[in-house]
């Protein structure tokens, strides 16, 4: 058996990667198997391996194993076929406690206790004795072994009793505590009841090599289970084990004896930067600007550790007590964060306003209490021409004091769903009162939860006008979900969990159960986000790693913090006990484990680590830096700290600071630098093809481009009119206007034809215009309607006119003759720097020498389709750096330049584009390049300097930058940009909140009306 030590994290890539290689030797059928301390240390790693983050990701799918304690229980029942005992959540293993020294307490012999001892009858007693209980269990302490505690006194009796009536317990019941897992695997691997198990478990054991990963030391069960399968094991097995360098620290190498250790891995150091805020409530805020200011090049973080590497790179601790203030801080300075493991029910708007309810209850329904209760977002208090609503003001000058005058207060006031609110409110509580089994008290939650117009149904109204309730929302969802599964689980749980299932509990007892599921009940986080930073709720898993890593609160009072002995398992208690074989970690013990988790925790920055602490704590007292951090310096080689920089207040900046200028008040004078940040879109693009006629959009604002097309984020117009959708209309107009030209031969002018079909589109005779029948049908539209048809009659005369020109013209002898109109013509693909461009036109002329004309039709007007172009290239910089582009603008409309590029590069050799051009309705007109003397004939002015050369070589350098944005996944806003006064996506850039908005009078000044693009 071998112990090989490490110091970062990622340097176990190579030494699992090696102990996969090794078991692939070993034999086909052999697994390597990673037992790691956690499910949260599982998970986390194959995240790590999914993301591409270590050397070993796709090894672990294909032939390694990755457990934890648990799955190892899992597997080797599987492999004997037994059944695996039922584990226990912490409120079941509770309530199974609170039946026990009920039953005790009972007794003849014990029921004097509560005279000599009555904190035993009290909810922290429940507390306590669970923690301990655990604690000998997983140091595999017996009940017998724990009988040596008892002596005359009739308390100290009280603990070795418990223990062995609460394990007697779970076996008669085949139920497990999850501190049991490690014993009750050991106790499977010890099966030796005929000789078909001992079989079945050794061929368990020689399929696979074992590795345990992660652990700085093994509790009591759990070495006794490493060294059993080290005992049965043909194969080495390996602990990988972090460096503390703490001498007096009992690690996995001095609990395993006889190991022979690995060469001592070389100092791995780093830096430590410390942080100090003024006052212990703005330590978040301190924190979340610091990164804000990071991102921007500014501020303390940037001077000392120089480079941003993105919010994704940064790992953050909190305490529990300050998660919601650091999530209103990262939240305010607009950092993306993602929880790490999600918020417990106890901390989202139902276990918060559980507790408020159940006190207003006990305390009488006192007028101000109650009508905050009926106050609040899940209440459902809206105001409709029958319901006035709900006022605390109101409620608060009647002075209602209890159910009946409440009840009479609502009625009178009309605040039906104020009054419905408060029903259920009564219901619910009077259902706690009266008292039920577990399963009945989840149960009447449930039923409260899901009462029509409460809660989430609330929460759904409320949602329009405050978007902000959106994830509290989505948690609340969650939470009646887990509220309903616990509760079928209870259903089916209660005949196995023998007598504490069917336990009533009621008042306060029914209370404190559903206190202590949502203390233990997670809601899922919400979905990853990429390039969020990780926010954690204490420490994160032991393998965890991040380049940056944020520990908040690191002061004497949490490292070491108090740490105290048990009432019901003392130091001398602890000594006896070890006399008899057995251990259990003293307090000189815990101490020096906690310091060793504060130096694993401080090396969970690859690249570097914060800490924080604030110069004074809640209470106003002086805050001491934690006490471990000079042993850490003093033992650990290569590590630097930069000490107490320190970070004061921010209600008023200091002069030569900079400041958000929408979050903060700058404190004037000196240097004043109006920063906000500018939000940019990471996305990985799987579809590097691209349409021509996106070109201009995408070069224009990268964003609004993504946005739309790759996310296909739609906004919900309010006017009834589309024209998106009268653009699309027109499109298949013409469409059908040209085909029914070249079935008649050219017989018939546009003209007619354009007549004819604008009465069968308004008949809707062909389903092609049954998705614009809004426009084609309702009376609301009639303007926008014989505007449409005006428009669609003028463009055929106009068509009408060039049809008579060019057969002018080829009478003449000066252009070749017009063999076809063809609509919906698509271009050969051309593939620029790795990125497919697509085109279709919507109509080709095509003419007997090979000579071709390309037409888009618009719905407005023609110019301004032509003129559409980037005003600026500013944006752009370093995508035509990278694509070796020069020029400083694009002068023409990119659409049609690149249509004339795709038609001249296709695969025929006898097609040449003489002209593009673009036919605006809105106009009847037609703008763009022609080449004489089709120019003459097709009635277009050209732009001066225009040609046909000189717009293809300006479309190849425009998908050149579109290749490289595309293929970058980089997508900034360009606040520039000649769409953005009839952007839908402002809220996004925030453009406003660094430009400022345009008013209506300047839109209106600058042409703001907006023209689809269709």
Same mark, same amino acid.
């Given at each position: 058996m071998r112990v090989i030590p490490y110091r970062k994290v990622s340097d176990l890539d190579a030494l699992l990667k090696a102990r996969i290689i090794e078991s692939r030797d070993a034999a086909c059928n052999v697994s390597a198997?990673?037992?790691?301390?956690?499910?949260?240390?599982?998970?986390?790693?194959?995240?790590? #391996?999914?993301? @591409?983050? *270590?050397?070993?990701? /796709? $090894?672990?799918?294909?032939? #390694?194993l990755l457990w934890n304690w648990e799955d190892v229980y899992n597997d080797i029942r599987a492999a004997l076929g037994r059944q695996k005992l039922r584990q226990i959540d912490p409120p079941d293993h509770r309530l199974i406690l609170s039946f026990i020294v009920s039953e005790l307490l009972g007794e003849d012999e014990y029921g004097g206790l509560l005279s000599v001892w009555p904190g035993l009858s009290r909810p922290g007693f429940i507390d306590i004795l669970a923690d301990d209980l655990r604690e000998l269990i997983n140091e595999a302490v017996s009940p017998e072994q724990l009988c040596a505690l008892s002596r005359d006194d009739p308390t100290s009796a009280v603990l070795p009793e418990l223990y062995r009536r609460?394990?007697?317990? +779970?076996?008669?019941? !085949?139920?497990?505590?999850?501190?049991?897992?490690?014993?009750?695997?050991?106790?499977? =691997?010890?099966?030796?009841?005929?000789?078909?198990?001992?079989?079945?478990?050794?061929?368990?054991?020689?399929?696979?090599? %074992?590795?345990f990963v992660g652990f700085m030391s093994f509790t009591g069960g759990q070495l006794a289970l490493v060294r059993k399968i080290e005992s049965l094991s043909p194969r080495d097995v390996v602990v990988f084990k972090p460096v503390t360098d703490l001498d007096d620290f009992q690690d996995a190498t001095k609990q395993l004896e006889g190991v022979t250790w690995e060469k001592e891995p070389p100092p791995s150091g780093g830096t430590v930067i410390s942080l100090l805020s003024s006052e212990s409530n703005l330590?978040?805020?301190?924190?979340? $600007?610091? =990164?804000?200011?990071? $991102?921007?090049?500014?501020?303390?973080?940037?001077?000392? #550790?120089?480079? %941003?590497?993105?919010? @994704?790179?940064?790992? +953050?601790?909190?305490?529990?007590?300050?998660?919601?203030?650091m999530e209103a801080a990262l939240r305010r300075y607009r950092i993306p964060y993602v929880l790490a493991r999600g918020r417990s029910v106890s901390?989202?708007?139902?276990?918060? !306003?559980?507790?408020? &309810?159940?006190?207003?209850?006990?305390?009488? =329904?006192?007028?101000?209490?109650?009508? +905050?209760?009926?106050s609040q977002p899940w209440a459902g208090v809206a105001v409709t021409k029958s319901d006035p609503g709900f006022s605390v003001e109101d409620a608060e000058? /009647?002075?209602?004091?209890?159910?009946? /005058?409440?009840?009479?207060?609502?009625?009178?006031? @009309?605040?039906?769903?104020?009054?419905?609110?408060?029903?259920? &409110?009564?219901? %619910?509580?009077?259902?706690?009162?009266?008292?039920?089994?577990?399963?009945?008290?989840?149960g009447a939650l449930h039923d409260f939860l899901t009462t029509r117009g409460l809660w989430v149904s609330a929460l759904l109204d409320t949602l329009v006008d405050y978007p902000a309730l959106d994830e509290s929302l989505r948690e609340l969802s969650a939470s009646v979900a887990e509220v309903e599964d616990k509760r079928s689980a209870m259903r089916e749980l209660q005949p196995d969990l023998g007598p504490a299932g069917g336990l009533a509990v009621k008042g306060k007892t029914a209370m404190r159960f559903l206190n202590d599921w949502c203390d233990d009940t997670l809601v899922s986080p919400s979905p990853p986000v990429l390039g969020a930073l990780t926010l954690y709720v204490g420490p994160p898993p032991i393998l965890a790693s991040y380049p940056v890593w944020i520990m908040t609160d690191v002061t004497q009072k949490a490292w070491p913090g108090v740490i105290r002995s048990s009432p019901l398992l003392d130091e001398s208690g602890r000594e006896m006990i070890a006399t008899d074989a057995a251990w259990l970690p003293s307090i000189h013990d815990k101490r020096v484990q906690k310091e060793a988790l504060f130096r694993r925790l401080l090396q969970t920055g690859d690249e570097l680590t914060v800490i924080s602490r604030s110069s004074f704590d809640d209470d106003g007292h002086p805050t001491i830096p934690a006490g471990f951090l000079d042993s850490f310096f003093d033992d650990l080689e290569g590590w630097t700290l930069k000490d107490d920089i320190p970070v004061f207040g921010m209600s008023a900046l200091s002069p030569g600071d900079v400041y958000f200028h929408d979050i903060e008040t700058s404190g004037g004078g000196g240097r004043v630098e109006n920063l906000i940040l500018t939000p940019v879109l990471r996305a990985v693009e799987s579809n590097l093809s691209l349409p021509v006629s996106d070109i201009h959009e995408l070069l224009s604002c990268p964003m609004r481009w993504w946005l739309s097309r790759r996310a296909r984020v739609q906004t919900v117009g309010r006017e009834l009119f589309s024209n998106s959708e009268a653009g699309s209309m027109t499109h298949k107009i013409w469409e059908n206007i040209l085909l029914a030209m070249a079935e008649s031969g050219g017989k018939e002018t546009m003209r007619d034809a354009a007549d004819a079909e604008w009465k069968r589109a308004l008949s809707l005779a062909n389903d092609d215009y049954a998705p614009y029948w809004r426009i084609l049908k309702d009376y609301r539209l009639e303007r926008h309607r014989k505007n449409i048809e005006f428009y669609?009659?003028? +463009? *055929?005369? %106009?068509?009408?006119?060039?049809?008579?020109?060019?057969? /002018?013209?080829?009478?003449a002898g000066q252009t070749p003759l017009r063999s076809e109109c063809r609509p919906e013509f698509d271009l050969t693909p051309r593939e620029v720097d790795g990125v497919r461009f697509t085109g279709r036109c919507d109509r080709m002329d095509i003419f007997e020498d090979g000579s071709v004309v390309i037409l888009d039709y618009k719905l407005g007007r023609s110019e301004s389709y032509e003129k559409k172009r980037p005003a600026s290239v500013a944006h752009l910089g370093k995508a035509m750096e990278k694509s070796g582009v020069t020029r400083d603008k694009f002068k023409y409309g990119l659409q049609l330049s690149a249509y004339a590029l795709l038609r001249d590069l296709s695969s025929d050799t006898e097609a040449r584009v003489v002209g593009v051009g673009f036919l605006g309705h809105k106009d009847g007109g037609l703008s763009g390049t022609f080449e004489p003397p089709f120019d003459s004939c097709y009635f277009c002015k050209n732009a001066k300097g225009a040609s046909l050369s000189e717009r293809a070589e300006e479309a190849r350098d425009a998908m050149k930058c579109a290749a490289v944005i595309l293929k970058s996944g980089v997508f900034e806003p360009n606040y520039d940009s000649e769409s953005c006064k009839y952007c839908d996506f402002k809220g996004v850039c925030r453009k406003g909140e660094i430009r400022g908005e345009r008013t209506s009078s300047e839109d209106d000044e600058n042409g703001g009306d907006k023209e689809e693009e269709q």
């Open positions: 198997a990673f037992v790691v301390p956690s499910r949260r240390d599982r998970d986390w790693w194959k995240l790590r #391996a999914r993301t @591409g983050d *270590a050397s070993i990701d /796709a $090894r672990f799918a294909d032939n #390694a609460y394990t007697a317990y +779970l076996d008669a019941n !085949n139920l497990m505590d999850s501190s049991q897992i490690p014993l009750k695997t050991l106790e499977t =691997l010890d099966d030796r009841s005929n000789k078909n198990t001992k079989k079945m478990i050794e061929k368990w054991i020689d399929e696979r090599i %074992f590795t330590e978040p805020e301190m924190i979340a $600007r610091l =990164l804000a200011l990071w $991102r921007e090049g500014e501020g303390e973080l940037y001077r000392n #550790a120089r480079s %941003f590497p993105g919010f @994704g790179a940064v790992g +953050l601790s909190v305490t529990s007590s300050r998660l919601l203030p901390k989202n708007i139902l276990g918060t !306003n559980l507790n408020s &309810i159940w006190t207003a209850w006990t305390e009488g =329904l006192e007028t101000r209490e109650t009508a +905050l209760l009926l000058r /009647a002075g209602p004091y209890g159910v009946k /005058a409440w009840e009479n207060y609502l009625k009178q006031a @009309g605040a039906k769903s104020a009054h419905a609110a408060f029903k259920a &409110i009564v219901k %619910f509580c009077r259902a706690l009162e009266k008292g039920a089994s577990p399963e009945g008290i989840l669609i009659a003028r +463009l *055929a005369r %106009f068509q009408d006119r060039i049809s008579e020109r060019l057969d /002018a013209s080829c009478a």
